[in-house]
């Protein structure tokens, strides 16, 4: 199968659906909610259009699903069958389609009985103690990205869109909603089954009719069931919550109706969905909003009491049109959906508050949290800090994060500033006329983009056409615009100058010109593809976060000033946030806690901060987050109980997930926030507890790991010392009785081997190798291995020879070789200098080596290369010279008394080649020791047709050999 363009990827990897073979079209559903099980039991009738002739099944995701009875196809009894189960993606549900409904066009019905599971991913049960009145139970769903699945057999891919209906039986207590408007009895018939359908289990029930005409993907469908009550904003706007909390939730979200009207006249297109409600639901709600058609879902935490945090509403209701109308196809390409939501929220709020500068100030606070998500994102991961993401089975959960939002509004922004505002809003205008009803990928927005550009400059620069496209732009419908913007270059525009006979400016021209041109130089590969921050310019600087910047600063540089006496400067009240908003507030606290990263602010000036501002007093929670992550980074003891407070009374996994883990990284939380967690898990959200649970395992790994590179440094440092003295009272070194009390220290050579041979990155133990001569050493190394550091510790060098005898005199004003003489001094602490070798052929960082060792080194390593590698024609090897000291040895003492006959060189045996070696493909190996000046190009090449792993080990264990020949210390890093 030839490979696709990352950018047009509409194969759902995340789905075991066959959506590309049939088309659903609608979906109805009969369920009953029982409390006392926790389950929604029911049936599901979808209807699909055969798109392939020959379809011989349909395909659906299931997770934890039981199907309760038999399966029907057009009224006919068919079989089915489970796929094998995928841990993240669920069990794929085969039902077979008779052979006489597999034509084109067919229109098929195929009717499924089945129940949910009580822990189905998508649905949370509560309590009565989990509500706010204590009274009656509660459940609500949840189903992006892929736990519709959980909810009903469907195709789960964000890219199918059909309509929907529903018919809910629950107790009389029970109020149901669904992300649907509201219908009767007589508008929404029941589903004509084949055979007698169960009926609820419940005696006194009450029955909810729910109708949604628009297309909707299924993550989209949602239900809430419990005690509620309403109050109205206006004809279309409704607030829905428990009774208790029904009035602060009508006050906070009061500005729904403006947010609404705004987002019409930015997107020249008009709510499409009917009615807009919103309900507040219990506080183990996930997230802080979600955009279900027509009932918006939101989270307690936003009632601040002042609507500070409505902006989150905004957010909700620009998904409306951009996530609910116009749909990334695929997960991939997530950022459209939120990304284009971000900016549409940004100016929302902006016009709502007639000031431009709260987009910016929000645009800033979005940044930092950009950058926040992209360093956590390492390894592995990284891949999800890039716009589209290269899912490819996984969880979407998974690779969650500000990055689709931020990242995505930053390019928007971008290309907004390339082109102008005005222009760019014509552009999102026009986006959304041209996508709505439908989806999108990345390929697709970028084509429309650019083409987009290409007619707007071709338009300006024809003043006669835009006078032209203006006037056909108020006289015809949204259709026919969209067939004028489709037209290619060359069309009506060519043709209008003639008519017109006007020609415009050649400074006009050329600007235009000039915004074409950076369009088409943008690389837009690198802007979707490359992981991490975005690299294109990036400012919003505005007055509203300067104020906030400056004060942070002023307050940073008092840091080690503050006692806990001082009240002279610092008592409150303050006037310096009068007036402020929640979100300089937020940015405030941001600018200090990124200070803290480089060193945590003591309790005593935190305690002066909350007296001065009384953060620790607020009910905002976005300020309650960030002032509890500098109090948790300082370990101020009296934070604890807040933080644990505000962990375990809400599940918002914005707050949840960061104070969970800083607490746990914590010396004043530690391991007991895993009892926490523990003690209280049950109350979350089933997505939020496997989140959290991720995160402690993660943090526990990584003490293990932090705790092991720590024992191995310390074995290091034991075997360096004792090396050490080995090398200094090795024959190889002399010193004379006169040598001075400060001896030169001896350079260290740490060779960190790299086997580069997979892309395994897995380089977790390091073993320490004795420091020896090389030759014995050959042989070890002729058998082949794995590439594991077990070969590589087989190919230590042996142990230095003994000096040949006999003995000769030696003068009697010299000092025999022997262990070196240092008179009364302390232990030599000798330079450590690394040179990593990378068998891909860099090296890490570049140092200097004493010059000695670089000629020794690379004298031995051709010694060893003769006679251990396999892939040359094995010589004997020359004798070695004498290995010089790289110690410098002082002159000897005039002579006192005649001189014997001085001491002849010790020899280095002659090198026993090893037997023949079969031969093999013929490979260059090959190791070079470049003069220290020059020693960032020290490689080691390796360059063979078919690589084995192991006949990387034979050249790295002759480097090793021959580097601890000198004396030096060698370390070698190798897989688990």
Same mark, same amino acid.
């Given at each position: 199968?030839?490979?696709?363009? /990352?950018?047009? @990827?509409?194969?759902?990897?995340?789905?075991?659906?066959?959506?590309?073979?049939?088309?659903?079209?609608?979906?109805?559903?009969?369920?009953?909610?029982?409390? *006392?099980?926790?389950?929604?039991?029911?049936?599901?009738?979808?209807?699909?259009?055969?798109?392939?002739?020959?379809?011989?099944?349909?395909?659906?995701?299931?997770?934890?699903?039981?199907?309760?009875?038999?399966?029907?196809?057009?009224?006919?009894?068919?079989?089915?069958?489970?796929? %094998?189960?995928?841990?993240?993606?669920? $069990?794929?549900?085969?039902?077979?389609?008779? %052979?006489?409904?597999?034509?084109? %066009?067919?229109?098929?019905?195929?009717? =499924?009985?089945?129940?949910?599971?009580?822990?189905?991913?998508?649905?949370?049960?509560?309590?009565?103690?989990?509500?706010?009145?204590?009274?009656?139970?509660?459940?609500?769903?949840?189903?992006?990205?892929?736990?519709?699945?959980?909810?009903?057999?469907?195709?789960?891919?964000?890219?199918?869109?059909?309509?929907?209906?529903?018919?809910?039986?629950?107790?009389?207590?029970?109020?149901?909603?669904?992300?649907?408007?509201?219908?009767?009895?007589?508008?929404?018939?029941?589903?004509?089954? /084949? =055979?007698?359908?169960?009926?609820?289990?419940?005696?006194?029930?009450?029955?909810?009719?729910?109708?949604?005409?628009?297309?909707?993907?299924?993550?989209?469908?949602?239900?809430?069931?419990?005690?509620?009550?309403?109050?109205?904003?206006?004809?279309?706007?409704? =607030?829905?919550?428990?009774?208790?909390?029904?009035?602060?939730?009508?006050? *906070? +979200?009061? @500005?729904?109706? *403006?947010?609404?009207?705004?987002?019409?006249? =930015?997107?020249?297109?008009?709510?499409?969905?009917?009615?807009?409600?919103?309900?507040?639901?219990?506080?183990?709600?996930?997230?802080?909003?979600? *955009?279900?058609?027509?009932? $918006?879902?939101?989270?307690? $935490?936003?009632?601040?009491?002042?609507?500070?945090?409505?902006?989150?509403?905004?957010? %909700?209701?620009?998904?409306?049109?951009?996530?609910?109308?116009?749909?990334?196809?695929?997960?991939?390409?997530?950022?459209?959906?939120?990304?284009?939501?971000?900016?549409?929220?940004?100016?929302?709020?902006?016009?709502?508050?007639?000031?431009? #500068?709260?987009?910016?100030?929000?645009?800033?606070?979005?940044?930092?949290?950009?950058?926040?998500?992209?360093?956590?994102?390492?390894?592995?991961?990284?891949?999800?800090?890039?716009?589209?993401?290269?899912?490819?089975? #996984?969880?979407?959960?998974?690779?969650?994060?500000?990055? /689709?939002?931020?990242?995505?509004?930053?390019?928007?922004?971008?290309?907004?500033?390339?082109?102008?505002? #005005?222009?760019?809003?014509?552009?999102?205008?026009?986006?959304?006329?041209?996508?709505? +009803?439908?989806?999108?990928?990345?390929?697709?927005?970028?084509?429309f983009f650019v083409q987009f550009v290409q007619d707007l400059v071709n338009s300006l620069n024809n003043p006669a056409v835009e006078e032209k496209e203006e006037a056909t732009a108020t006289a015809t419908a949204s259709s026919n615009n969209k067939k004028k913007r489709n037209k290619k270059k060359g069309g009506a525009a060519a043709e209008a100058p003639k008519a017109a006979g006007l020609t415009p400016s050649k400074s006009f021209v050329s600007a235009n010109v000039a915004i074409l041109r950076k369009v088409e130089e943008l690389d837009w590969n690198a802007l979707f593809l490359t992981p991490g921050m975005p690299t294109y310019p990036i400012d919003f600087t505005n007055p509203l976060a300067n104020a906030a910047h400056d004060l942070a600063q002023r307050w940073i540089s008092s840091r080690h000033s503050h006692s806990l006496s001082d009240e002279v400067h610092f008592h409150s009240p303050r006037p310096d946030m009068n007036n402020w908003s929640s979100q300089q507030k937020c940015l405030f606290l941001e600018d200090l806690l990124e200070a803290s990263t480089v060193e945590p602010f003591s309790s005593n000036f935190l305690a002066n901060l909350d007296r001065a501002f009384g953060f620790g007093s607020s009910k905002n929670s976005e300020i309650m987050l960030r002032w509890q992550q500098l109090c948790i980074r300082a370990n101020c003891p009296w934070i604890y109980d807040a933080a644990v407070e505000f962990l375990t009374s809400q599940g918002r996994m914005k707050f949840v997930r960061p104070i969970l883990r800083e607490l746990r990284r914590s010396q004043i939380g530690g391991a007991k926030v895993a009892q926490v967690f523990d003690e209280n898990k049950d109350a979350y959200h089933p997505i939020a507890r496997k989140m959290l649970a991720e995160d402690l395992t993660r943090i526990q790994r990584e003490e293990e790991e932090t705790a092991q590179k720590a024992a191995t440094l310390q074995a290091t440092k034991s075997f360096q010392k004792t090396n050490s003295a080995q090398s200094m009272s090795s024959p190889k070194a002399t010193a004379s009785p006169k040598s001075p009390s400060k001896a030169a220290p001896l350079p260290e050579v740490e060779v960190v081997v790299v086997d580069d041979a997979s892309d395994d990155e897995d380089y977790s133990q390091v073993r320490p190798v004795a420091a020896a001569p090389a030759p014995e050493a050959a042989p070890a190394v002729a058998t082949p291995v794995k590439a594991t550091p077990a070969p590589v510790e087989e190919a230590a060098p042996a142990p230095a020879p003994a000096p040949a005898t006999p003995v000769v005199e030696q003068p009697k004003e010299s000092t025999p070789l022997k262990e070196p003489v240092v008179e009364e001094t302390a232990p030599v602490v000798p330079e450590e200098k690394t040179v990593t070798m990378d068998l891909s052929g860099e090296v890490d960082e570049p140092v200097e080596v004493n010059p000695k060792v670089v000629e020794v080194a690379q004298e031995v390593v051709e010694q060893v290369e003769r006679v251990t590698s396999p892939h040359v024609t094995p010589v004997k090897a020359k004798a070695a010279e004498p290995v010089a000291s790289p110690v410098p040895v002082p002159a000897p003492a005039p002579a006192a008394a005649p001189v014997a006959a001085p001491a002849a060189a010790v020899p280095v045996p002659d090198v026993k080649p090893v037997a023949e070696v079969k031969p093999v493909p013929e490979v260059q190996h090959k190791v070079t020791f470049a003069p220290p000046s020059e020693l960032e190009k020290v490689k080691v090449v390796d360059t063979p047709p078919a690589a084995e792993s192991s006949n990387t080990w034979f050249t790295v264990a002759a480097v090793v050999a021959a580097v601890a020949a000198i004396g030096a210390v060698v370390y070698v890093r190798g897989r688990k």
């Open positions: 199968m030839a490979a696709v363009d /990352p950018l047009y @990827e509409n194969r759902d990897f995340s789905s075991f659906s066959n959506f590309a073979e049939l088309e659903v079209k609608n979906i109805k559903l009969e369920w009953d909610l029982n409390f *006392e099980t926790k389950v929604i039991s029911g049936l599901v009738e979808h209807e699909l259009r055969v798109k392939v002739a020959g379809t011989a099944r349909a395909i659906f995701d299931t997770s934890s699903i039981s199907v309760s009875g038999d399966v029907y196809v057009n009224g006919e009894k068919t079989t089915y069958s489970y796929g %094998e189960k995928n841990d993240s993606l669920g $069990t794929a549900l085969y039902v077979d389609i008779p %052979e006489a409904f597999r034509a084109e %066009e067919t229109i098929l019905k195929v009717l =499924i009985f089945y129940s949910a599971s009580p822990s189905a991913s998508a649905v949370q049960w509560l309590e009565p103690g989990a509500t706010k009145g204590k009274v009656h139970p509660y459940v609500f769903t949840q189903s992006q990205a892929i736990h519709a699945r959980s909810l009903l057999p469907c195709m789960d891919s964000p890219g199918v869109k059909a309509s929907y209906s529903a018919i809910v039986t629950a107790p009389a207590w029970c109020t149901v909603l669904m992300s649907a408007v509201q219908g009767t009895s007589a508008d929404i018939a029941p589903v004509e089954s /084949p =055979i007698t359908k169960p009926t609820a289990t419940a005696v006194n029930t009450s029955t909810f009719y729910w109708k949604q005409p628009v297309a909707t993907s299924a993550y989209l469908i949602a239900l809430v069931g419990g005690n509620l009550a309403a109050k109205d904003v206006s004809d279309r706007v409704r =607030i829905w919550s428990e009774p208790e909390v029904i009035d602060a939730a009508r006050y *906070e +979200f009061d @500005e729904t109706e *403006e947010f609404l009207k705004a987002a019409e006249e =930015i997107t020249g297109c008009p709510y499409q969905w009917g009615r807009y409600d919103v309900v507040c639901l219990p506080p183990s709600f996930p997230y802080g909003g979600m *955009e279900n058609p027509c009932l $918006t879902f939101a989270t307690p $935490t936003l009632l601040a009491g002042d609507r500070s945090l409505a902006d989150v509403i905004a957010h %909700e209701i620009a998904h409306s049109w951009t996530g609910n109308l116009v749909t990334n196809s695929v997960w991939n390409h997530f950022w459209l959906n939120e990304g284009w939501t971000v900016w549409l929220e940004r100016k929302i709020t902006s016009k709502v508050k007639n000031n431009v #500068e709260v987009g910016r100030l929000s645009s800033q606070i979005g940044y930092q949290h950009l950058k926040e998500s992209v360093q956590g994102f390492t390894g592995e991961d990284e891949k999800f800090s890039q716009m589209v993401w290269p899912l490819n089975g #996984e969880d979407p959960d998974h690779a969650f994060s500000s990055v /689709p939002y931020e990242k995505g509004f930053n390019l928007l922004n971008y290309l907004e500033t390339i082109v102008g505002t #005005e222009n760019f809003e014509k552009f999102a205008k026009a986006y959304i006329d041209n996508f709505k +009803f439908g989806t999108v990928s990345t390929g697709e927005f970028r084509d």
